[in-house]
């Protein structure tokens, strides 16, 4: 499993162009960018790359533990089944050693589901996140803001989730 964890995120570092990602980036990367896994898989994936010593977090920095010009990723490359088999069982069983607490949903979930109530499709509300984020540099939890809020829907109760996001509260 780990060599394909490796592999996974050359793959992703050399379709990004870079190596030092936010987690929001390596997330929507893998989830809606190249379209590989679930966003909620993409953080399972996240997280044993992270257990696994593939990548490393500093604060809310997470940078590649590896050099990934090591790794001949083929052109169509999409992560096997067999990878997202393991890590996720990996995750069922770290999950049972945890409690049953439901936990909060994270921001970016927040925001999809204050679309969806707005009635904006999934994935034209990422396609206008994803256009504002990149032309403005700014994270996409603030471009999703700006969505909803010219969308008309009321982002008073949002604020705070994603300020604490950002500020990697």
Known sequence: MQDSLFLCAAALIRNKGKSVFSETDVLMGMSMDLRWMTYSDAKIVLNSMIAEKVFERNGDV??????????????????SEELMASVKSSNKSSALKQNNQEKPMDAMQLLMKSASEAGMERKEFMAKCNNISRSMGIYIEAAALMVLRDA????SNLNDSVYDCIMGK
Not at 152 to 155: F, L, M, R, T, V
């Open 152 to 155: 008309g829907a009321d982002i």
């Open 62 to 79: 997470i940078r590649a533990a590896f050099d990934p010009s090591g790794y001949d990723v083929p052109v169509a490359y999409r992560p």
